[in-house]
């Protein structure tokens, strides 16, 4: 089977992704967001959300967590790192240890 | 802790005395498998880390590429530029299953144009780097995309099988071992009782005979 990749952010850079056969849609709200990736989330199998986004759509994004498709991952977009926060809150759950960033926080 | 709402029967302990060996058994079973998907969830995040710093770095340079390509050239330019894949990515999904944790696995294949997709003309040389940038950024965005999704559903299910492996620690054996002794000890009462009627009937007897 093959897939097919989006991305779905709010600058003009997202347009950058078209050149790596990625398909770009631009979208100013989170809701508007949240709306594109339901009707996306079938079609596709590797769909890139901007950080903002995905910090407030965190909730909705956990459902996708069941099945192996969609892959669903923030890209940094220069806003804080999401995707470090989502790392870090999965160690923090499972392991209950801190055995990747304990140096800096000290 | 709170006994079963059982009859004191022989029959009822045997089955609880099965019943407790099989929640010992599958208690071993599931930490044993919490283990070894720690051990692995352990490997996988610093390789997770470390795809994430990578993929910041490159994604972050090839943005700046693209920005200074934009400023350089016109807006139809950059459109002609940025809108045909030079390089597609052709995603292989496939699913693999660790520890009974179906995850996605996916192989990327490039098939690489001769060239670029558009004429040299317009087009500035910043576009062309951005352009290449962006390609290696999206590979290793998809690498990284498999690792974090295997992060993320192994970190679930550890959750979930430690909740397991309390329940059964912490609930169901001590319920059932309190079951089997209090079982055990109605059962030796009731056995007592029955021997000190015994005795007392035959001294009755014994008595009458007199």
Do not use: W
């Amino acid at each position: 089977m093959t897939g097919k990749m989006a991305i779905i952010g709010s600058g003009d850079n997202v347009l950058a992704f078209k050149a790596g056969g990625v398909d770009a849609f631009t979208v100013n709200s989170a809701e508007k967001a949240r709306e594109k990736l339901r009707t996306l989330a079938k079609d596709y199998a590797v769909i890139f959300i901007t950080d903002g986004f995905c910090r407030e759509l965190s909730a909705y994004l956990k459902r996708f967590n069941e099945s192996a498709y969609p892959i669903i991952i923030p890209v940094p977009d220069g806003d804080g790192d999401y995707g470090m926060e989502l790392l870090r809150s999965a160690m923090e759950s499972a392991l209950g240890v801190d055995i990747l960033f304990g140096r800096e926080d000290k | 802790m709170a006994r079963l709402n059982v009859n004191p029967t022989r029959m009822e302990l045997k089955k609880l005395k099965q019943r407790l060996s099989t929640a010992k058994r599958g208690h071993k079973l599931l930490k044993d498998k919490s283990d070894e998907m720690i051990r692995r969830f352990s490997v996988m995040i610093k390789e997770n880390k470390r795809l994430r710093e990578q993929a910041k770095a490159m994604l972050a340079d090839a943005l700046k590429e693209f920005s200074s390509a934009r400023a350089l050239m016109g807006e139809a330019e950059t459109e002609n530029a940025f809108n045909m894949p030079s390089t597609s990515l052709n995603l292989e999904l496939d699913t693999e299953s660790i520890m009974n944790v179906i995850v996605p696995k996916i192989s990327v294949t490039a098939t690489k144009r001769s060239g670029m997709p558009y004429s040299y003309a317009n087009v500035t040389s910043e576009a062309d780097y951005s352009v290449k940038k962006i390609t290696e950024a999206i590979s290793v965005l998809v690498e990284l995309a498999v690792v974090e999704k295997k992060v993320q559903m192994l970190a679930e299910e550890i959750v979930r099988n430690k909740r397991r492996v309390n329940a059964l620690e912490y609930v169901m054996i001590p319920q059932l071992e309190e079951t089997i002794k209090y079982i055990n000890s109605k059962l030796g009462e009731n056995e007592r009782g029955a021997l000190t009627r015994l005795m007392k009937v035959k001294s009755m007897i014994n008595e009458r005979k007199d």
